[in-house]
């Protein structure tokens, strides 16, 4: 009898609390929206039998400036690649255009994104007195664009930045970069990484104030 009796009131304990679970694990797993800022992509896709599929299904993880920094490969790589972006990383690129993507990013080998001058890349690391650059404003530049990759404290574990093969550069080793290196790969992008082209989105004086708040990261 005291054995039902206790579990009568349990039942009528539970019932509130029944009620209340749900609204409790839905608070916890509501997350508030995040916006994600990318560059814009200074080299599209060129035209060719294929492009349709590359601007289709490429460009929902990267730029196409990405696939033009890419080393040359054979159709049978690029195949594989293709293959380990649809089964690793969700791609939901059609198993018959495979073959087509991959030929058509075959063609692509010999075209390569327009560089900057050297002049361009001497200016950006020799500002004038008056252009030195600000480390705050180079934290807001940081904050928009940068740390969805590297991490708030620049090591590379942003929430995009663990999930990349290879994954985002660690900032807090760049001790032994000069300027004018981490200048280049901001404004060109780093070849065989996510890491892209800025030079189209951010002026001169915006990627020197973010290249001293990167420098604060090696600092700590």
Not at 41 to 56: C, H, K, L, R, V
Not at 125 to 154: A, F, I, W
Not at 204 to 219: G, H
């Amino acid at each position: 009898m005291k054995c039902r009796t206790f579990s009568f009131i349990l039942l009528i304990i539970s019932i509130p609390l029944m009620r209340f679970v749900p609204e409790v694990l839905a608070s916890e797993i509501t997350t508030p929206n995040r916006s994600i800022t990318f560059p814009t992509d200074p080299f599209s896709f060129q035209p060719g039998p294929g492009q349709e599929i590359a601007n289709t299904y490429c460009v929902i993880c990267h730029s196409a400036d990405y696939i033009y920094t890419q080393p040359p490969h054979s159709q049978t790589t690029w195949t594989e690649i293709i293959k380990k972006m649809k089964l690793a990383f969700g791609c939901p690129i059609p198993e018959e255009s495979i073959i087509h993507l991959a030929q058509y990013l075959t063609h692509q080998n010999e075209i390569a994104p327009p560089a900057a001058s050297p002049l361009e890349i001497q200016k950006a690391s020799s500002p004038s007195r008056n252009e030195q650059g600000s480390r705050d404003k180079g934290k807001s530049v940081y904050t928009t664009h940068c740390l969805n990759c590297h991490g708030r404290m620049g090591k590379g574990d942003g929430p995009i930045g663990k999930m990349l093969i290879p994954p985002a550069a660690n900032l807090t080793v760049l001790g032994e970069k000069s300027n004018q290196e981490l200048l280049k790969t901001i404004q060109e992008g780093r070849p065989g990484t996510a890491m892209p082209s800025w030079k189209g989105d951010l002026s001169p004086q915006e990627i020197r104030n973010v290249l001293l708040y990167v420098r604060t990261f090696s600092q700590k």
